[in-house]
């Protein structure tokens, strides 16, 4: 493991130990024992696209382990004024100890981690979305133990969030069921990938457009925002078209009765998921949320210790 640019670069094992470790600072976080595990050690942060979450986690988790994190927007460096991603990476690295990375094009990853010289973090993009997916998989250990026996459903926009929670389900060999709108489907290459990670895990993948056949018998329920950042000009189409696919207590009665709810946040209440769910007590958003911070500085770790 040399980068966490998509989850379907790790292997299994690698992503139980991740799950392992991020459980093990997370009860040291909790016991107030020290856990400078990156002492001394610098995690430059490239922001293209704004964030609470990411950013927070990120900054917070390098201080808790003893590093510091450096916030940079696309304006704060020359990557920003036309600089070439090889250029900026190639000095970056003689300065830091990691880099993540928060930006559109999922090709911007993959070319920082092939001419830079540390490893490289994908902190969101339009393709994949790493950390988010090991946040969540966190959560559901911690309520259903054994991640094996869990079947996640997500229902909405087959995005960054979804393509990589149904790689990560593969690798975990859950159940994973996902519906979308005809057209708004997961990335083929994503699909393609997960079948064949399927195949060696046990993992049982089914692709659907109907939200009640995805949820039926499900032990969550996972959504998304239908319109995320840069969709802006779509939001008043893409209302009529997902709206079919709002997660409310319909939507859960084809669910188990113990069934959570799940959202990687920001959340638009009555749109892709009502007040009554989300603010309920089924809702494990805010879970999820802190999870992040646990699972990436377990990323971070297992990158940044060497």
Not at 144 to 149: A, I, M, P, S, T
Not at 185 to 204: M, R
Not at 285 to 297: C, M, P, S, T
Request: contains cysteine.
């Amino acid at each position: 493991m040399n980068h966490l640019l998509k989850i379907s670069d790790l292997s299994s094992a690698e992503l139980f130990d991740i799950l392992e470790l991020a459980a093990k600072l997370k009860a040291k976080q909790k016991m107030g024992q020290e856990h400078h595990l990156l002492r001394g050690k610098t995690l430059a942060m490239i922001f293209s696209k704004s964030s609470t979450r990411t950013r927070i986690s990120f900054e917070v988790g390098m201080h808790q382990l003893g590093g510091q994190a450096i916030y940079l927007n696309s304006q704060d460096i020359q990557l920003g004024r036309g600089e070439t991603i090889y250029d900026t990476a190639n000095t970056m690295t003689r300065f830091v100890d990691g880099i993540m990375i928060r930006t559109f094009n999922h090709q911007d990853v993959i070319d920082f981690a092939k001419f830079g010289d540390v490893p490289v973090i994908n902190g969101l993009t339009d393709l994949h979305h790493p950390c988010q997916a090991l946040a969540d998989l966190l959560t559901l250990s911690e309520i259903y133990g054994n991640l094996k026996d869990v079947k996640l459903a997500y229902v909405g926009d087959g995005n960054n969030v979804a393509n990589s929670l149904m790689e990560a389900c593969s690798l975990a060999g859950m159940t994973f069921s996902v519906a979308t709108p005809p057209g708004y489907e997961c990335a083929p290459e994503v699909i393609d990938t997960v079948k064949i990670i399927a195949k060696k895990t046990g993992a049982q993948i089914n692709i659907c457009n109907d939200a009640k056949e995805a949820v039926a018998d499900s032990d969550a329920i996972y959504t998304d925002t239908w319109t995320s950042m840069g969709q802006e000009d779509e939001k008043q189409k893409r209302k009529e078209i997902f709206k079919e696919y709002q997660v409310n207590d319909e939507l859960f009665g084809y669910a188990k009765s113990s069934a959570v709810f799940m959202h990687c946040l920001p959340a638009y209440r009555e749109l892709e998921v009502t007040k009554r769910v989300i603010d309920g007590v089924r809702s494990k958003v805010f879970d999820q949320a802190e999870n992040r911070l646990h699972a990436q500085k377990a990323v971070m770790c297992k990158l940044m210790c060497k």
